[in-house]
Every structure is written in structure tokens, then in C-alpha cells.
């Protein structure tokens, strides 16, 4: 099969999300890019997410163009390959309609720098995108002009999407934010939120580019490890160490 590794690793993201609850039934997708031939798999249009598997999952070329795959794509395809268009360095894309989040974004109300870890996004706070119908070109313009350099958005009326350099990446962000935006929200509740000052958050966006153990550790606990442990136990303790925020 094309692309198994890829396409086995979105059908399990997109499982963890449905277990996570981020997602419900099939609202919201997941894809990634191999980045030396630019082809995408992402995951179908339709289908529950619960039983989804590497067979599933559509691969596509840069343009959307159908290359291995029994179903069709995803209806969002045309904003998962904007991402990838606009944003060299991302290759893993996750969007969901996860409450809390959607919440602020049915409100067109951005989630504010209430706690330090927003800074996962890449920013002080999670913008909002103009609301247009879900499927189109608009829409996915909308999306990457808003987030620009970060890695998160919202959609107004619509959900989230979130984007990395790895697919552990992009759901860690998905995560955290949906957590961020329910303690937002019941914070608010309260009557008035601490709203952290841009120049600490930018201050823990510094450090965060730090956070984590030195490279040389890990190369070497890496190679301690060689006799024992197979490629994949080495990567998902590099996932690990990805969804690893400060503090
Ligand atoms: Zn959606």
C-alpha cells in the first residue's frame, strides 16, 4: 500500500480523537504530507472514525488529484492543502469541531491568553477566521490568512484546525487549546479572567523554544537504547517528548 506508515499513522490519530472526544462522529479530519513527493493522505469523507484504518485513508497529490484510496476525501481537502501550499514546514493538519473551542468560535470571540500553555498555538491567543461554507476555497483562505505564522485557529461557527510538523504535533495543539477554551469559558463564568500580559506570554514562548532535554541527552539516551529498542519505540518516544509542553 502507498504510503502505509502515513496513512496508518492519520487513521490512529483520527481514533484517538474520536477516544479523546475532540471529535464526534465525522466531524473533523486529519492529514499529513510526505514531504519529498508532496503527496497528502487524508482522511475520507463520511466514515465513522472509530474503526478507521491505514485502507481508509485517501491519498492524494498536491493539487487534490486522487492517487491510491477506495473512498473520497475529506470535504475540508481544499484547507488541508492550502496549509500545506502556504506553509512549507507544516506537514500534518488536524480539524475539529471540539465543544469548547467552537464555542468561542460561534461567538467569533478569540481564547485569550488565560493560561500560559496557549502558547503551544505559536501565539498570545487563538484568532478567529471569517466565517464562510464549509468545503471551499474561502474558507481555507480564510483559515491561513488568520493564523498566519501560528499554528491554530478558529473558525468562526465552525470549529478548530491546527497544524505541526508532525501529526503528534498538530493533535497536542488540538488538545490543548480545547482545554484552554473550557477553562476559559468557566472561568468567565466567574465573572472576570486574569488575562496573562502579551510580554509573559511571549517571555514563555522564548523559553518554551528551549523547554524539553538537551539534544546531546537524548542522542545519547537514543543510542543507549539502539540494542534494545526498535524505530518505532524511538519515535514514539520522540512524540512523547513533541507533546511535551513547559511547566
Ligand atoms: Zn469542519
Redesign the pocket.
Known sequence: MLLHALRTEVAATARRLVLSRLVTGT???VSAREPETGHVAITPTGLDYETMTAADIVVVDREGQPVDGRWLPSS?LPMHLEVYRRLPERHAVV?T?SLFATVFAASGREIKGIHYEITIGGGTSVRVAPYAT?GTPELARNAVETMGQQSVVL?QN??LLAVGPTLARAYAIAEKIEFIAELYYHALQLGSPIILPDDELLRVLEKSRSYGQPAQLQAASAGDREGSTDQHERSRAARRRQQATPG
Do not use: F, P, V
Open positions: 466531524a473533523g479530519n475540508e480539524h469541531h464549509y473558525l465552525h470549529g
